[in-house]
T-cell receptor, first 115, second 116 residues
Framework: AQKVTQAQTEISVVEKEDVTLDCVYETRDTTYYLFWYKQPPSGELVFLIR??????QNEISGRYSWNFQKSTSSFNFTITASQVVDSAVYFC????????????FGKGTKLSVKP | DGGITQSPKYLFRKEGQNVTLSCEQN?????MYWYRQDPGQGLRLIYY???????QKGDIAEGYSVSREKKESFPLTVTSAQKNPTAFYLC???????????????FGQGTRLTVV
């Protein structure tokens, strides 16, 4: 069975702290994609990153970084020097096979960044 | 501007009534999807369509129906058979469901349905 687990339901940090959001996945597909989406209070999902199963390189984009480890089936997301605007719900998602739109989502982690 | 438009943003329905949620995209995408989100839960796939006049059930299709008569439109009907329809509904699209195009799914702003 395919599954995405985000064990942290809610995280609260003070501005400028670093924070890591955990994501663990299960799949038997050999080709798959992993995603992180951000959902601000307005409700729409904002795409942050995609990784395919053959690319384990970590990625950094500004204050955001992602660590993909197939050995532990994890795809963790770190925000460095968090800001109030980072407050949102963050979802990790797994594709079903090669479909980048047919996704299995984790339950999300609500991040609150306080000034 | 290209994008996905969902309407209405808020929808109220009486128990036992059918209601249709609109999703329109002008991105020329072949594949479209409907997801449901409940409080504190992730999104779950209801239906998806890879091409006009074709669609498949997702994980929670019972009590819902869709049509795909035009490429740009993928309306979702919540029928009276859906036992617990109050939720946030999100529509998404991407160029093609599978293949080499390395493009993520784009999401609309959602419709919040409340049964009263």
């Amino acid at each position: 069975a395919q599954k995405v687990t985000q064990a942290q339901t809610e995280i609260s940090v003070v501005e400028k702290e670093d924070v890591t959001l955990d994501c663990v996945y299960e799949t038997r597909d050999t080709t798959y994609y992993l995603f992180w989406y951000k959902q601000p209070p307005s409700g729409e999902l904002v795409f942050l990153i995609r990784r395919n199963s053959f690319d384990e390189q970590n990625e950094i984009s500004g204050r955001y970084s992602w660590n993909f480890q197939k050995s532990t089936s994890s795809f963790n997301f770190t925000i460095t020097a968090s800001q109030v605007v980072d407050s949102a719900v963050y979802f990790c998602a797994l594709s079903r096979g090669g479909s980048q739109g047919n996704l299995i989502f984790g339950k999300g982690t609500k991040l609150s960044v306080k000034p | 501007d290209g994008g996905i438009t969902q309407s209405p943003k808020y929808l109220f329905r009486k128990e036992g009534q059918n209601v249709t949620l609109s999703c329109e995209q002008n991105l020329n995408h072949d594949a479209m999807y409907w997801y449901r989100q409940d409080p504190g839960q992730g999104l779950r796939l209801i239906y998806y369509s890879q091409i006009v006049n074709d669609f498949q059930k997702g994980d929670i299709a019972e009590g819902y129906s869709v049509s795909r008569e035009k490429k740009e439109s993928f309306p979702l009907t919540v029928t009276s058979a859906q036992k617990n329809p109050t939720a946030f509904y999100l529509c998404a699209s991407r160029p093609r469901d599978r293949g080499q195009m390395d493009t993520e799914a784009f999401f609309g702003q959602g419709t919040r349905l409340t049964v009263v």
